[in-house]
């Protein structure tokens, strides 16, 4: 018997929304059914709750969700030069539109599940008492036959959080930004002028744990491409 089930909707939800580590998020699922009904009906709401907590660290700031949202839409705008110096001027200024369609919100659910994947494998891997062994796996990526002691978001602070996901997230934009496909669509003196130097121009703190995410993809995948 599922004993979630006796429970209302408000109650499971409200249960979910303290658990932000989908690794334990798909454990509940897979051991209840109702939890996995009201997760898929859900996960908008969760989604919406997780990114407030994580806009209250750094007091709704926003950055952390531009930069979302900037990977998307700079995902749909290569080739694309009007429409990418558009959203490269929108994100400069924090002001990218939120996203209000489920086509938009299931591709942020998407990509903050994505992140938290490589958050868990790299603090698992940052923790582990023999790093150079736990280098020489892959991230694994996936929910399914995940290792017992595999680091979750919930053994995190709700800071911590935060400048994690803020630290995985600014990694990707700005390799976006740097992607040849996007740099060409812009004008090359306005691309020195407002984008070449981002990296270097980052809060010395924010820039410091770009470079630790760096180096975590460079040793996890640097074999591959060597």
């Not at 990977?71 to 939120?98: A, H, Q, Y």
Request: aromatic letters at 12%; glycine letters at 0%.
């Amino acid at each position: 018997m599922d004993p979630f089930q006796q429970l209302p909707p408000e109650v499971r939800l409200e249960i979910m929304s303290h658990i932000h580590s989908h690794t334990t998020l798909w454990r509940l699922t897979q051991a209840s059914p109702a939890m996995w009904n009201q997760y898929v009906v859900s996960k908008p709401a969760l989604l919406k709750r997780f990114i407030s907590s994580l806009d209250q660290v750094d007091n709704n700031n926003q950055e952390l969700i531009q930069d979302a949202m900037a990977i998307i839409r700079f995902n749909e705008s290569m080739g694309n030069s009007e429409k990418t110096l558009f959203l490269f001027d929108r994100w400069l200024v924090k002001c990218l539109p939120l996203f209000e369609t489920h086509a938009d919100i299931t591709k942020l659910h998407h990509l903050f599940v994505r992140t938290s994947f490589f958050i868990e494998d790299y603090m698992t891997k940052a923790t582990s008492p023999s790093p150079t062994e736990a280098y020489r796996s892959l991230p694994n990526i996936t929910f399914i036959d995940t290792i017992n002691n595999r680091v979750t978001l919930d053994d995190l602070t709700l800071a911590e959080k935060y400048r994690l996901f803020r630290a995985f997230l600014k990694v990707e934009v700005l390799a976006k930004i740097y992607d040849p496909r996007l740099k060409d669509s812009m004008d090359k003196d306005y691309y020195r002028e407002n984008a070449q130097d981002l990296l270097e121009d980052l809060d010395s703190v924010v820039h410091e744990t770009v470079l630790c995410v760096y180096a975590y993809v460079e040793a996890s995948y640097g074999s591959i491409f060597a």
